[in-house]
């Protein structure tokens, strides 16, 4: 992946250079710090994406219909961990929880283990469609 673009101004060209410089002298640990180089700089945003979407749909759609039998249903909902999801998938576990924390899969609480969030994979199956087709 390459590097986010970065902006880099010296702080001395801001309105704000006195306050910056006011403030980090109140740190004695930077009493030795040539606070004429002081730098701002920002990075690009990088909007997250699912790379090989279609790769994992057709993953998921292929287990689904080959495996339907093996899936844990109990009371009616489907039971599926984490691991399996992954494993369904085929990404690995660090994945899953970045595809987690960017959105592209939400879990849902199960009703009938507390304090667990399963992956039902019909529900998984939708939930990648829909990133999909967002592009």
Known sequence: ???RKQY???????????????ELQKNPELADYDMETIEI??????TPRIRDIDKAIDNLKR?????????????GETIVSKKDIAKMLKISRPTLDKWIRDG?????????????EVFPPDLILKQLQNQKNKK
């Open 8 to 22: 880099k101004i010296p702080a001395r060209q801001t309105a704000i250079y006195g306050a910056i410089v006011a």
């Open 63 to 75: 287990y689904i219909a080959v495996n339907k039998k093996f899936i844990r249903v109990v009371n």
């Open 104 to 116: 592209f899969i939400i879990p849902v609480q199960s009703n009938i283990l507390p304090n667990t």
């Open 41 to 46: 700089s920002v990075k690009k945003k990088i």
């Open 1 to 3: 992946m390459p590097r």
